[in-house]
Structure formats: structure tokens, C-alpha cells
């Protein structure tokens, strides 16, 4: 069956057509010696020049309620476009308090139900999220729902935390994440963001951040974990004792006395950033604020379309939670993470659309100075999936091995804490990922190994350092290359990649021992059928196929790719290809990565991913992910 090879991949829905297999291999790239990180030009265009149709709440007036930022009910003024003048007159609205469930992924609301009458309505300190509704008097319809949240400060939190970090220094960190979004995407499609992070809150632009894996689970449990993908399902997955065990970076920081906090703008299926974690990580809270619940409130609404929630975009409504975090708690530390992916994970323009909330909101913060000690993260997981930009698809393959990274340091951090200033600054065009990051994270809980002694004395174990996961307030090898920093070699950005011939007999050779292989794991499960190679579209060679004892191969260790034989091949040191094969049954499309070992001629399956939509097979997700932790789980080389 066609889709075992997508199947093993991930968890769930759509993550499951990118998930990559990961076998042993020795094979070494011959250009190991360096990386260079290709410089992209955000005016070269993915695709046509069009901008897809705005969402039907961009820039809607339809909204009637909303908690301002004191946490009081406002009763809107109704716009003639949408309501009409008399609307107050005939309807009456009601709010009642959500509270959570207990050990339920939900929430209810309380028995009491409060008439709205006023136009602004303090509410309770206990309050967290409500749900709004209205009706006509006549007919007692409804014709108006939402679900809106306040960040009030909790006492029994404050209580406990204050005691921890009482008299301390601290910084807080926000994390604000966009999924699907590589570095040249984010200027083509929020340039005046770019622009207002970088010439006026002086944030890093990094160019060199390169994606773990293909999907956004390979770089995001590494970011909040510290842990590979293959390790991270190893420890968390499961149940609640898991859960409990899995190392968490909010945790380091709440145990410091940090408030956490964490919201998505998509919450109704698989790209949800904790469904995949089954039950438990939706039956408690595990943050101090958490807009899980309600936002699957939001998504849940009949008005709720595409990329919204009710009359509000989506993002806009994320990025009012981040505000509300910042301005419940100046003074106090904190640790939230804003993870917005309605927008960019459909279509790699749409975030055109959530350009002008994202720039008030960082101009907001900026101009209340909620900035002044907070350390502010703008990442991506990895770029927009190349496989939709058949036009400009070398441009598109480099981008989604690209994130977006951009980190906003205090004035006062980088007077005190000059060095690792400093540092930070020199990695910016340098190999790093998001272990990396994690790390930068976690030397924030103990600011006396930021100081410029200490630096100096770290920076020369951080320099020579082969560990794949380095604070980036160290000094990063400008000789790291993928291996060294956990990238496999079909995801690292850095290496050169040259066209070669599809009908080169090595090729065809490489490409039939892969079906070898995947036919080989899944010949045991009668439910799959057998795959045949029906043809072999692209292929690209990434070291040399040169004979060792060739004098070419000492001049020109990368021309004439085209040049092989089965002698050549059994002479060699070894070589790296990445190919397209098309297969049969159900039309497979796989972009695969194979090493050829240089004296036997042996091929190592090295990675794989299905470039092509599931279609009806998708029913069999469920069985076939069982199979995936025991034949593809690369258990000795961990990315």
C-alpha cells in the first residue's frame, strides 16, 4: 500500500504527509568542511504574483463585545453595515464566567447568567474567559456568540510565585511563533514588521536558522523540550505520568517563580500544538494562563470561518492575548508562548493579512515600554512546503529549510550583559537551530553565567563544542556544520545540490534498491501492497562521483556529475543523492535520500518524505503509525 511510507510519519492529519523515516548512514558529504548559508532574495516570488482573497473577517466591523485591556465587558457601538441603529433597543445580551471542567479538555459555563445593560461592565477579579450572546426580544433568537478572555491576576499564583522570585533579577520571555514561515517569507509578507523589529526595537536578524525536519513537531519539541522528536515521543507520549515527566521548559521557569502562559489560533484538529499528546495534555491546564479551552470555544462557533474566531482574525485576537499577558504582569516575570498558524500554514501570502495586528501590537508594546524586560522571540518552525512551487522550486526547496528567527534583546540586558550581546550578534549568520534557541532560553534562568567573566570562560567550551544544542549567547563555530548541529543532510540548507541525469544506471540502481528496502518492511503486513518505481523525475547529487584515484577528481571533485558507472561506483569513496520517484499502486510522489556506500556499492535509505496529497488511503493512519516506532526510529543518530 502506497502509504506506508507516509503513514509512519506522523502523528496525525496533515503532519502525517511530511514525516521523515530515518535509517543509519556512514555516508559522508564530501563538502563537510563548510557551510554556506544561501542568501534568498524575499522579491523572488513562490508563485503568481496574486494575493488570495482576504478573509471574510479582515477588517470587520461586526464585532459587539470585547474586554479592553482593564478587563471590563464593552459593549461596542453597532456598525449600520452589519446592524441595525435600533439594535440595542430590540435585543438583550448575557454573559455568564467559564470555568474549567475539571479533568476534562473543556469548558463549561457557571449557572449564573448576567444581563449586559450597561455599556461597559467591570468584571469580577476571578474571571478568566465568558461567553457572550444575544437574542432578539420577539423571537428570542440569537443572532450574536462569542467567547473573550481577560488575564487577571490569580492570587493563590501570585502568592506562591512572588515568594520564589522575590528581590531577584529576572527577564521575561515572550515567544511569539508563526507557523510555515521562512526568513524570506516573512519580509515578502510582513515587511513593515521586519522593518519596526529590526530599526526600531533593534532585534537580531538571524539568517543561518535552519530547520530540524520538514514538519512543525521535528522543530517545536526541540524548542519547548530540548528534545529530538524520536526522544520526545519516547518520553512524553502516553499518559499522564508521562506527561508529568516530560521536561517542559515552562516548567524550569515556573519553578523560578516565572508566570506561564501559552495561546494558538488554531485549536480543531491535528495542527493543534498539544492534541497530539492525547487527553491528558487537554484534561488539566498546564500553564498558569491558558486559552487552549476557550479558543476551541472560538473555533467551535458557526460565525467562526477560515482563519477566524467569530468577526476577528484569529491572529488578532492571539496577539490581544499577548498584550493581556504583558500588561497583567510589568513588574513580575513571565514565560508565554503565542503560536499563530491559521494564516501561514494554508498559504504562504495569507500573512499578508495579519500584517497590520501584528505591527500595532508590537508598536503597543513598544510604546508602553512592556518591552523594557522582556526578551521577545519571533520564530518559525520551517518554511512553506516546497512541493506547491513547481516555478521556482530550488528558490522554495532552500526557504522551507529556513525559518524566520528574530530575537529583541532589552537595552538594559545588552549594557549589563555585554558580551553575550555580542555573541548573540555574531551568530546571526551562522548554522544555528531551534536546540540552540532552547538553550538561549534556559541560560536566562541563571543570568551570573551570562556575565562577561563567566562568558569567557564558557565561550571556548561553547567553540570547540560537538554538542548539537548551544546557547546563542556562546559564540557558534563558524565551521558547525549540519551534522554537528543534529541537521540531516536532506534537510541541511548548506550543502551544494547539482542536477544530474535521471537515467544515469546509478540512479536507476540507488532508486530500485530503495523500493528494495521499503518493500522489504512492509512485505509482513498483508494489508500493503508491494511498490513498483514507475519513473525517476529528479535527481541531485550533493558530493563527488569521481573515482578516488582520478586526477579530475583532484582538479574538479564536482564536475561531471553525470559521470558514472558501476565500476566508478564500487571505486569510490561514496555519494549523496536526493532523487523523485513516482511509484504504483495509488500514484506516489516521494522525494528520497540515499547514501552509496563507495566500495560495495550498497544503498542506505537516509530519508523520505511523500510529496503527494493521501487521498483515500488517510483511513489507514491509525494502523499503520503503530508500525512507525518499530521499523523507522533512527535509535543512533539522533537530529
Given at each position: ?11 496525525l492529519g ?7 523515516t ?17 542568501t534568498?532574495?524575499?522579491?523572488t516570488?513562490l ?16 464585532l ?14 453597532p456598525d ?7 439594535l440595542?433597543?430590540?435585543?438583550k445580551?448575557?454573559?455568564k464566567h ?6 476534562k479538555?473543556d469548558?463549561g459555563?457557571d449557572?449564573?447568567?448576567?444581563e449586559i445593560?450597561?455599556g461597559t ?10 461567553h ?6 420577539e ?6 456568540e462569542?467567547?473573550?478572555?481577560a488575564?487577571q ?18 527577564y ?13 517569507n516573512f ?8 522593518d ?11 539568517h543561518?536558522l535552519n530547520?530540524?525536519?520538514?514538519s512543525?513537531?521535528?522543530n517545536i ?6 528534545l529530538?522528536?524520536e ?5 512524553c507520549?502516553g499518559?499522564t505520568?508521562?506527561l508529568?515527566?516530560c521536561?517542559f ?10 508566570r506561564?502562559a501559552?495561546?494558538?489560533?488554531f485549536?480543531?484538529d491535528a495542527?493543534?500544538m498539544?492534541l497530539?499528546?492525547?487527553?491528558p495534555a ?7 494562563y ?6 476551541r470555544?472560538?473555533n ?6 477560515d ?10 485576537v492571539?496577539?490581544?492575548?499577548m498584550?493581556k499577558?504583558?500588561l497583567?504582569?510589568?513588574d513580575?516575570p513571565y ?5 499563530a ?6 498559504d504562504n ?17 513598544h510604546?508602553?515600554q512592556?518591552l ?5 522571540i519571533?520564530?518559525?518552525d520551517?518554511?512553506?512546503?516546497w512541493?506547491d ?24 540586558f ?6 553575550a550581546s ?8 551562522k ?6 534557541v ?6 536566562l534562568?541563571?543570568l551570573k553565567d551570562l556575565?562577561d567573566?563567566?562568558l569567557?570562560?564558557r ?6 563544542s ?6 546563542l549567547f ?5 565551521n558547525?556544520?549540519c ?6 543532510l536532506?534537510?541541511c ?13 546509478g540512479?536507476?540502481h540507488?532508486?530500485g ?7 522489504g518492511?512492509?512485505r ?26 582520478s586526477e579530475?577528481s583532484l ?8 559521470r558514472?558507472t ?13 532523487m ?11 522525494y ?15 530519508g ?12 489507514i ?8 516506532d ?6 543512533d543518530?539522533?537530529p
Amino acid at each position: 500500500m502506497l502509504l506506508f511510507l507516509v503513514t509512519t510519519l506522523s502523528l496525525l492529519g496533515p503532519f502525517a504527509l511530511l514525516y521523515w523515516t530515518r535509517v543509519n548512514s556512514t555516508i559522508k558529504n564530501s563538502n563537510d568542511h563548510e557551510c554556506k548559508i544561501p542568501t534568498l532574495s524575499p522579491r523572488t516570488r513562490l508563485q503568481k504574483d496574486i494575493l488570495p482573497n482576504a478573509p471574510k473577517c479582515f477588517n470587520s466591523t461586526a464585532l459587539l463585545f470585547r474586554i479592553d485591556f482593564e478587563n471590563n465587558l464593552v459593549r461596542l457601538e453597532p456598525d449600520q453595515k452589519y446592524w441595525s441603529n435600533n439594535l440595542w433597543n430590540t435585543s438583550k445580551c448575557f454573559y455568564k464566567h467559564l470555568v474549567r471542567i475539571p479533568n476534562k479538555p473543556d469548558l463549561g459555563g457557571d449557572n449564573v447568567i448576567i444581563e449586559i445593560k450597561n455599556g461597559t461592565t467591570a468584571l469580577p477579579n476571578n474571571i478568566d474567559h465568558v461567553h457572550v450572546w444575544c437574542s432578539y426580544n420577539e423571537n428570542q433568537k440569537m443572532f450574536y456568540e462569542d467567547y473573550l478572555s481577560a488575564v487577571q491576576l490569580k492570587p493563590h499564583v501570585e502568592e506562591e510565585l512572588d515568594s520564589i522570585k522575590a528581590g531577584d533579577e529576572f527577564y521575561s520571555l515572550m515567544i511569539l511563533g508563526q507557523d510555515s514561515t521562512s526568513h524570506a517569507n516573512f519580509i515578502r509578507t510582513m515587511p513593515k514588521v521586519q522593518d519596526f523589529l529590526v530599526n526600531t526595537l533593534g532585534a537580531v536578524e538571524f539568517h543561518g536558522l535552519n530547520a530540524i525536519g520538514p514538519s512543525t513537531f521535528w522543530n517545536i519539541f526541540p524548542l519547548i523540550s530540548g528534545l529530538s522528536k524520536e526522544n520526545f515521543q519516547e518520553v512524553c507520549f502516553g499518559g499522564t505520568s508521562k506527561l508529568d515527566r516530560c521536561p517542559f521548559i515552562w516548567k524550569l521557569f515556573e519553578k523560578q517563580g516565572y508566570r506561564t502562559a501559552f495561546t494558538e489560533d488554531f485549536c480543531k484538529d491535528a495542527r493543534s500544538m498539544f492534541l497530539h499528546l492525547g487527553p491528558p495534555a487537554f484534561s488539566r491546564e498546564l500553564f498558569h494562563y491558558d486559552f487552549r479551552f476557550v479558543n476551541r470555544k472560538r473555533n467551535s462557533m458557526q460565525s467562526s470561518e477560515d482563519f477566524c474566531f467569530g468577526s476577528q482574525l484569529s491572529i488578532t485576537v492571539l496577539l490581544e492575548h499577548m498584550i493581556k499577558v504583558a500588561l497583567a504582569v510589568p513588574d513580575k516575570p513571565y514565560w508565554a508562548f503565542m503560536w499563530a498558524q491559521s494564516l501561514s500554514h494554508f498559504d504562504n501570502m495569507l500573512s499578508t493579512y495579519g500584517e497590520p495586528s501584528m505591527l500595532s501590537s508590537l508598536e503597543f508594546l513598544h510604546e508602553k515600554q512592556l518591552l523594557n524586560n522582556t526578551i521577545l522571540i519571533l520564530l518559525s518552525d520551517h518554511g512553506f512546503w516546497w512541493r506547491d512551487f513547481k516555478k521556482s522550486k530550488e528558490q522554495a526547496f532552500m526557504e522551507q529549510r529556513l525559518p524566520m528567527l528574530y530575537i529583541v534583546l532589552p537595552k538594559k540586558f545588552q549594557e549589563k550583559y555585554s558580551l553575550a550581546s555580542k555573541h548573540l550578534r555574531e551568530n546571526s549568520r551562522k548554522l544555528i537551530t531551534v536546540f540552540d534557541v532552547h538553550e538561549t532560553m534556559k541560560d536566562l534562568l541563571n543570568l551570573k553565567d551570562l556575565r562577561d567573566e563567566r562568558l569567557m570562560l564558557r565561550q571556548k567550551e561553547g567553540f570547540f563544542s560537538t554538542n548539537k544544542s548551544l546557547s546563542l549567547f556562546l559564540p557558534v563555530n563558524p565551521n558547525r556544520i549540519c551534522a554537528m548541529a543534529g541537521i540531516s543532510l536532506i534537510n541541511c540548507a548548506c550543502i551544494p545540490r547539482y542536477s544530474t541525469s535521471v537515467s544515469d544506471p546509478g540512479v536507476i540502481h540507488a532508486a530500485g534498491e530503495v523500493l528494495k528496502k521499503i518493500n522489504g518492511k512492509i512485505r509482513k503486513y498483508p494489508q500493503c501492497s508491494e511498490l513498483a518505481l514507475v519513473n525517476i523525475t529528479e535527481v541531485y547529487a550533493t558530493s563527488s562521483r569521481i573515482s578516488l584515484d582520478s586526477e579530475e577528481s583532484l582538479e574538479h571533485p564536482l564536475v561531471n556529475v553525470n559521470r558514472y558507472t558501476r565500476d566508478a561506483l564500487e571505486r569510490t569513496r561514496g555519494e549523496y543523492f536526493e532523487m523523485v520517484i513516482e511509484t504504483t499502486p495509488g500514484g506516489g510522489k516521494f522525494y528520497v535520500a540515499v547514501g552509496v556506500h563507495g566500495y560495495d556499492g550498497r544503498v542506505t535509505l537516509d530519508g523520505i518524505v511523500r510529496l503527494n496529497e493521501q487521498g483515500f488511503f488517510s483511513n489507514i493512519l491509525g494502523y499503520l503509525n503503530k508500525i512507525r516506532d518499530r521499523h523507522f526510529k533512527n535509535r543512533d543518530h539522533r537530529p
